[in-house]
């Protein structure tokens, strides 16, 4: 298995921008995590899909933040419009569920918004 | 929510020394607290968990202790090697398998 796979790597844009970053999980697992990482706030909980169904999105910051899983084999984080203080690392992660809630983190997308 | 608590932001040791990094959560319902390991440029990786029906777990150099009744449990590194440089982030759950993060601990184990 390749793991959990997080597009793009990399993305910069200019303030008022529409990102989208995407990720694919790891095939079977029923839980879906999207994380932001900064120096000031750590790792926080954005939403999480349980079997495709968003379960909690009390962590999305603005209603600028949209996320989506339109089946199980995929998952985007839509910013529309961008800010600078969106700058940060956004990863992905996927969980088996079933009593397993090891967490399996994508690359990330390092994004920044100029 | 549960809100996960972690000291120090950064540590320092020596090459041998132990390592201690603590944390506490505010939810008594919480009942699994892993700890992962991130590495420069990394990804977070899960290095050991504990649930709340346990008091302490070991692995090889790692161990992590929990403290029910005080809400709080710590990661136990001994004979610290350069390759723990890194940062260490505690979570705890209460929700099923949502995990809630501390901060992070910058470990830097000099040679």
């Known amino acids: 298995d390749a793991g959990v796979i997080q597009s793009p790597r990399h993305e910069v844009t200019e303030m008022g921008q529409e990102v989208t970053l995407r990720c694919k999980p790891i095939s079977g697992h029923d839980y879906l995590f999207w994380y932001r990482q900064t120096m000031m706030r750590g790792l926080e909980l954005l939403i999480y899909f349980n079997n495709n169904v968003p379960i909690d999105d009390s962590g999305m910051p603005e209603d600028r933040f949209s996320a989506k899983m339109p089946n199980a084999s995929f998952s985007t984080l839509k910013i529309q419009p961008s800010e600078p203080r969106d700058s940060a690392v956004y990863f992905c992660?996927?969980?088996?569920?079933?009593?397993?809630?090891?967490?399996?983190f994508g690359s990330g997308t390092q994004l920044s918004v100029l | 929510g549960e809100n996960v608590e972690q000291h120090p932001s950064t540590l320092s040791v020596q090459e041998g020394d132990s390592a201690v990094i603590k944390c506490t959560y505010s939810?008594?319902?919480?009942?699994?607290f892993p700890w992962y390991k991130q590495e420069l440029g990394k990804r977070p990786q899960l290095i050991i968990d504990?649930?709340?029906?346990?008091g302490e777990k070991k692995d090889q150099r790692i161990a992590v202790t929990l403290n029910k009744t005080a809400k709080h449990f710590s990661l136990h590194i001994t004979e610290t090697q350069p390759e723990d440089s890194a940062v260490y982030f505690c979570a705890a759950s209460n929700s099923g398998y949502a995990l809630n993060f501390g901060k992070g601990t910058s470990l830097l184990v000099t040679p």
């Open positions: 992660a996927s969980s088996p569920g079933r009593f397993n809630e090891k967490l399996f």
């Open positions: 504990i649930r709340s029906n346990v």
């Open positions: 939810d008594s319902a919480s009942n699994y």
